[in-house]
């Protein structure tokens, strides 16, 4: 009797009709862009971003138009790609006390459609934060989160802190094997 149940719930409207990254980390002053993917048939509906730890409590901050043209509001923007079933949200100069809990939603009759998204913005010029906002791209249930960090900076960190080391270390074995190998046919 209790399948049937947990089946039913699964059904339900509005279960898993809207996804996003579970968290996402940013710099201050950079921008921090969400994606919320979405399934067949919310392709028209209004889309909007709002702020607050809870559902029924949270500020809406912008809200598409039912097109797939971008809106902004202050330093958020949201566009709706209807054709890929995706929304994205972008925060603009971010600063940390915009460090809280979003939701991307669906506006439908009833209530809304929606998915919680923590956002943490750490202070920016420190290598750990970026490490660290790079390492949080993805998330516990696999979706990516695309933080601040540009790509060029990002390329530029791995290049000089993972790329280059891995590279020498590389070339050092090869040339200590070939030392080794060397020194058994003189032997």
């Known amino acids: ?15 898993f009709s809207i996804e996003g990254p579970e968290s996402v980390r940013g710099l201050e002053r950079e921008s921090v862009t969400v994606r919320c993917d979405y399934e067949p048939g919310w392709e028209t509906y209004r889309k909007w971003w709002c702020r607050g730890a809870y559902w029924d409590l949270c500020r809406i901050l912008v809200q598409t138009t039912g097109s797939q043209q971008e809106v902004k509001e202050d330093r ?10 995706f929304l994205t949200v972008t925060m603009e100069k971010v600063r940390q006390d915009d460090t809280d809990t979003y ?36 998330t516990a249930n696999g979706r ?26 590389l070339v050092g074995v090869l040339l200590w094997l070939k030392g080794l190998s060397n020194n058994s046919l003189t032997t």
């Open 1 to 15: 009797m209790r399948l049937p149940l947990v089946l039913l719930l699964l059904r339900l409207p509005g279960c």
């Open 76 to 85: 958020v923007s949201i566009r709706d790609n209807q054709s890929h079933r």
């Open 103 to 138: 939701w991307c939603g669906i506006r439908k009759s009833g209530p809304d459609l929606g998915a919680r998204i923590r956002v943490t913005i750490e202070p920016e010029g420190t290598l750990l934060t970026t490490l660290a906002s790079m390492l949080s791209r993805t």
């Open 144 to 169: 990516a989160g695309v933080s601040s960090v540009s790509h060029s900076r990002t390329h530029y960190i791995l290049l000089v802190f993972v790329k280059v080391p891995i590279l020498l270390i």
